[in-house]
C-alpha cells in the first residue's frame, strides 16, 4: 500500500520541469523511512524495545538526514537556491512519508509479527522507570496511565505524528542556515 502511493507519487513527474516537491519530498521521505525502519529492526532483534541509545541514534539520523535533503534538494533541484518555506516544505513532507514508512513497519510488526510487542514494551518500560527510581504506586500508577494509552494504533499513527512534529520543528531552524535566496527575491529593495 505505502509503496503504492510513493509510486502514483513518482509517476506524476513532468520530464521537462523536473520533479516536484511532493515527490522529491516522497523519494527523500523513503530513502529516511528505510532508514528508521532499519534502525527500528536492529533494536528489535537486539531485544531493546526501550532503549536510550537507540532514540538518541534515531533522533541523529533524522536531524542529519533532514539537513541533508534539505541540502540535497537546494543543490539538485533549484540550482543552488533556496527560499525559507521551500526548505520547510521539502524537510516536513519528507519526515512525514519516513513516518507513514516507519509507522506502517510498526503497524505491521504488532499486528501481525509479535503480537506479544506491546506486552514487550510495557515491560521494558516499566524496568526503565525503577531504574529512573520510580517505585511502589508510583510505579504502578505511572504503569497504569501507560497501559491506558498504548496499543496497537499508537504504534501505527505515533510515528506520522512525531515525524510530522519532529520534521516541521528540524525544518523551521535547518531551513534558516540552509536558505540562498535568488538574484530576484524581494529582498534586493533599493529604496
Given amino acids: 500500500m505505502v509503496s503504492f502511493i510513493f509510486a502514483q507519487i513518482l509517476?506524476?513527474?513532468?520530464?521537462?520541469?523536473?520533479?516536484t516537491t511532493?515527490?522529491?519530498?516522497?523519494?527523500?521521505?523513503?530513502?529516511?523511512?528505510?532508514?528508521?525502519?532499519?534502525i527500528q529492526t536492529i533494536q528489535y532483534l537486539s531485544d531493546q524495545i526501550v532503549s536510550p541509545l537507540f532514540s538518541i541514534i534515531t533522533v541523529v539520523l533524522s536531524i542529519v538526514a533532514i539537513v541533508f535533503i534539505i541540502k540535497h534538494h537546494r543543490e539538485e533541484h533549484l540550482?543552488?537556491?533556496?527560499?525559507?518555506?521551500?526548505?520547510?516544505?521539502?524537510?516536513?513532507?519528507?519526515?512525514?512519508?519516513?513516518?507513514?514508512?516507519?509507522?506502517?513497519?510498526m503497524l505491521m510488526l504488532v499486528q501481525f509479527f509479535?503480537?506479544?510487542?506491546?506486552?514487550?514494551?510495557?515491560?521494558?518500560?516499566?524496568?526503565?522507570?525503577?531504574e529512573m527510581g520510580l517505585e511502589g504506586e508510583k510505579l504502578e500508577d505511572m504503569m497504569d496511565e501507560q497501559r491506558k494509552n498504548i496499543n496497537i494504533w499508537s504504534f501505527g499513527y505515533g510515528p506520522i505524528i512525531q515525524y510530522a512534529?519532529?520534521?516541521?520543528?528540524?525544518?523551521?531552524?535547518?531551513?534558516?542556515?540552509?536558505?540562498?535566496?535568488?538574484?530576484?527575491?524581494?529582498?534586493?529593495?533599493?529604496i
Avoid: C, H
Avoid at 509517476?11 to 520533479?19: L, Q, T
Avoid at 543552488?80 to 509507522?103: D, H, P
Avoid at 520534521?167 to 529593495?189: P, Q, T, Y
Fill in 114 to 130: 509479535d503480537k506479544d510487542y506491546i506486552e514487550k514494551f510495557l515491560f521494558d518500560l516499566e524496568e526503565k522507570y525503577a
Fill in 165 to 190: 512534529i519532529g520534521g516541521l520543528l528540524v525544518s523551521l531552524v535547518a531551513a534558516i542556515f540552509m536558505r540562498k535566496a535568488s538574484d530576484n527575491s524581494f529582498e534586493k529593495d533599493t
Fill in 22 to 38: 511532493l515527490q522529491s519530498a516522497s523519494t527523500y521521505g523513503l530513502f529516511m523511512g528505510l532508514g528508521l525502519v532499519l
Fill in 79 to 105: 540550482n543552488g537556491w533556496l527560499e525559507y518555506g521551500e526548505g520547510v516544505k521539502i524537510g516536513t513532507l519528507s519526515s512525514i512519508f519516513a513516518g507513514v514508512l516507519l509507522g506502517a513497519f
Fill in 11 to 19: 509517476k506524476m513527474s513532468s520530464e521537462e520541469n523536473g520533479p
